[in-house]
């Protein structure tokens, strides 16, 4: 791929040792074992030649994949060459988006003396500081939106930072100016609950939470906070009843800000990371060739994750290559041989390979790992459905559906096996159920017409 060959001649643009004190160290890329790639390099004179160059100390070859130890080699022989904001810069960015903080600290540190006015050193200093400095990232965040009034994503960290050193009429301050451009952002919309909750204003922490559940009505932090305002007002029962609602969702982190500055430095960074972020947005766009192009990218970096193996899967299945798709859910059951999702897309792939007896093995399998997942069972039952084995189809999605007893998709195969076993009237009583949940399901309008016919 293009970046291997983009390692194999690194030593040749920067040089290797020999004497030279100005000559990084020489980076090989060598065969490890499971298919993985892993760096080379006389570490100690390696890091040697970055304090002398009085660049960060650099990562060991066990920190950061065989690419990002290449890209990061590579930045650090540009800068020792000629040290600009454009080669620090790069360092940095290599360094943030492939988890080097402490690193990308100083490199950011660097950047601000060199240009003080540039608010994109100053937003990332504060992002990098998130979580082990709050003052220092309050700091380099409130530096940040002085030098450029309309970047929303730094009011919305400075909002968050705030909160954390307990300013929060700053922080109040900071959100209300993120809203004003970022307004159906998760994250700012939480940012005013927590003010509201810190103040005590229970009322406009309400109005607050309403405003994030309308935006996603599962998002359980915001669910667990309607509790607590109910909770507060005196309100007990409807405070029960929003926690029982929170038990039944999963659970949910809070989303960083929609951030150009920091997604630009994730692309720079050619890391797992934005891969893997690229790919999330890819899929939820249904642009999944390029998905698939991504996830590769994962897999370049990271061949041994059989969650990723089970990604590139499924949408090698999407695009319509089963042999590769069948390769990828192999290799996942492979590397983790209890990963009960990896067996559940392996017996799908079977399936529509026309490998029935080893498809339905391969969701029993699944079963037998998680007996608890509804969608295992579900899965088998579709299977058997595909091998028209109605009566044991049946019994796997009835026990699914129990655990899941509004999924669509189960219930149609349950419909379809009442049909065809000729309990016509069951098979009704399902197809109804299925048009309370979506009246428009044109399957079940069809399904109907025929049992009517």
């Known amino acids: 791929m293009k970046w291997m060959a983009l390692l ?28 993985t790639k892993v760096a080379q390099i006389d570490q100690a004179a390696y890091a040697a030649f970055c304090r002398e160059h009085d660049l960060p100390a650099p990562p060991v070859p066990q920190e950061v994949d065989h690419l990002a130890f290449g ?23 290599f360094y943030d988006g492939n988890g080097a903080r402490e690193s990308a600290v100083q490199c950011y540190e660097m950047l601000v003396v060199m240009e003080p006015d540039e608010a994109r050193w100053w937003h990332l200093l504060g992002r990098a500081r998130e979580g082990v400095d709050a003052r220092a ?22 909002g968050d930072q705030l909160l954390a050193i307990d ?23 939480f940012g005013l609950v927590r003010v509201a909750i810190a103040q005590e204003n229970w009322d406009e922490a309400r109005r607050c939470v309403q405003a994030v559940l309308a935006l996603d009505p599962s998002f359980k932090p915001a669910v667990n906070q309607m509790a607590a305002v109910h909770r507060a007002r005196g309100e007990l029962d ?5 926690l029982e609602r929170a038990r039944q ?42 998905a698939y192009d991504a996830v590769l990218q994962i897999l370049e ?38 990963y009960a999702t990896g067996y559940t897309v392996l017996g799908e792939l079977l399936r529509d390979l026309g490998r029935m007896d080893e498809a339905i093995d391969s969701a029993r399998s699944a079963i037998d790992l998680d007996p608890v997942d509804p969608m295992n069972y579900l899965s088998l039952g579709a299977i058997l459905v595909s091998a028209r084995h109605f009566d044991a189809a049946l019994v796997e999605l009835e026990t699914g559906l129990a655990g899941a007893p509004d999924h669509i998709a189960g219930l149609c195969l349950k419909a379809q096996c009442l049909a065809e076993l000729q309990r016509r009237d069951e098979a009704r009583a399902v197809l109804g159920r299925i048009l309370q949940l979506d009246p428009a399901n044109a399957w079940a309008l069809r399904a109907r017409e025929r049992l009517d016919s």
Not at 183 to 188: L, M, N, P
Not at 238 to 242: H, I, L, V
Request: charged fraction near 25%.
């Open 301 to 338: 970096r990271q061949p041994n994750l059989a969650v990723y193996q089970r990604n590139a899967a499924a949408l090698a299945k999407l695009n319509g290559n089963l042999d590769a798709a069948l390769a990828h859910a192999k290799r996942a059951v492979e590397l983790n041989p209890k």
């Open 71 to 93: 890209f990061i080699h590579e930045a650090n022989a540009a800068a020792a060459r000629d040290r600009s904001p454009k080669t620090i810069g790069a360092l940095a960015m």
């Open 8 to 35: 194999a001649t690194l030593a040749a643009m920067t040089g290797c040792g020999g004497g030279d004190s100005d000559a990084i160290p020489e980076l090989r890329i060598v065969s490890g074992p499971n298919d």
């Open 167 to 189: 300013d929060v009429g700053g922080a109040a301050e900071a959100f209300d100016r993120a809203a004003e451009t970022l307004g159906e952002d998760i994250f700012v919309r």
């Open 238 to 242: 409807d405070a029960r009843q929003w």
């Open 249 to 290: 969702l999963e659970e949910s982190l809070i989303p960083s800000p929609r951030d150009p500055i920091v997604q630009a430095m994730m692309e720079q960074s050619k890391s797992a990371n934005y891969y893997n972020a690229l790919m999330e947005v890819l899929y939820n766009t249904r642009q999944y060739r390029h």
């Open 137 to 158: 990232a309050v700091e380099a965040l409130g530096k940040a939106v002085t030098l450029a009034t309309d970047n929303a994503a730094g009011y919305a960290r400075l």
